[in-house]
């Protein structure tokens, strides 16, 4: 099997896995309980948390909050500005639905959401959101990279923009399409919170984090675990073998491996009559979006499963609204919407992998056309 929707989702890599295992079986421990062994977990959890900040460069007073998905981080980032005094909050069309569908939920409790418009290659528009930001705003939420694109969003300058208008304004960005992908140096950047998710870096599903340099209100109540912020006995395996996939990350030498993946894809791909590259040189090279004109995006993922070829459809997915909204933005033509489909890699894809899958992919396509006399 060929797979290459490493966007969606990665597999656990067997060292990481062993870390997984050793504390689920032999340092099975409760961190909250009174004994030695416990406590020595409850340290080592402690020391891990502090890896994994260094690794991100978080602010010296900041927490990391383990959580189950980063669905979970960023509903709590959501959650947790209801009845606060600013009562406007304001998102890219390209968010999450996990950020996105909320937001419908949180407008129904009187707060007033605006959508920040996207560039035609796929970054947020920068004069957009200059227009919609005001010292009303209290909490603007703009992802790092694209899930449906891979597009690189200028966080850095979005934050300076934001905290000139309202210097109280808290700034969240959903980092899980950049975590372990490209550097991301939160101090540098100067979010106030920032999302990922285990599962799309190597780690088992079920662990994710939450970055926070802000005080919190808990999601969920009960025995204080986490400084009282997420109670629930931690997930100690998920949290270690997290640990261990993001210490163990290469990021240049992955970068490198990826971008000759993505190259060979963009290069054998473009051009080609009724082909159109969405992704472009500066977004991340783990991801790439194409579509397909006069095809449908979900029968060319069916047709490639069947050749042992796992991809994603991009947009056209009814299921995924925010990811029609993201194409859309870019201008992209609704016959390129409902023919796009989304390529990701990981570091263990090869070129071999890559090169089945673009002869595949034209084969498949010309057989659709001629199908549906188009040729
Ligand atoms: N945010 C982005 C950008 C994603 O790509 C995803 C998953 O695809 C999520 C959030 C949700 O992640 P999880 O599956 O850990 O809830």
Redesign the pocket.
Known sequence: MIFLDN???TQVYDDTLEVYCKYSKELFFNPSAPYKCANDIKSTIDKATKDILKFLNGEANSKLIYT???????NTVLLNQLNKRYKKILISIG?????YNLMQEVKNKGYEIQTINLTKDGTVDIEDFKNKMDNEVGLVSI?H???ETGAINPIKELVKIAKSINPNCIFHC????AMCKIKVDLKDLGVDMY?F????IHAP?GI?GLYTKIDIHPYLIGGGQQSSLRAGTENVSGIMALHYAIVNTDIDSNFKKVSELFDYVCTTLSGREGIKINTNNNSSHYIVSISLSGVNGATVVNMLDECGICIGTGSACSTKKAGNTTLNAMGISSSNILGSIRVSFCEKNTIEEVKEFCDKLLEVYDKLKKMLGKK
Not at 197 to 200: A, N, Q, T, V, W
């Open positions: 966007a969606s989702t189950s998905c980063a669905t979970e981080s960023n968010e999450h639905s996990s950020i992802m990279v694209s899930n959903d980092g899980v399409q999302t998710s285990g599962h799309k599903k994710a």
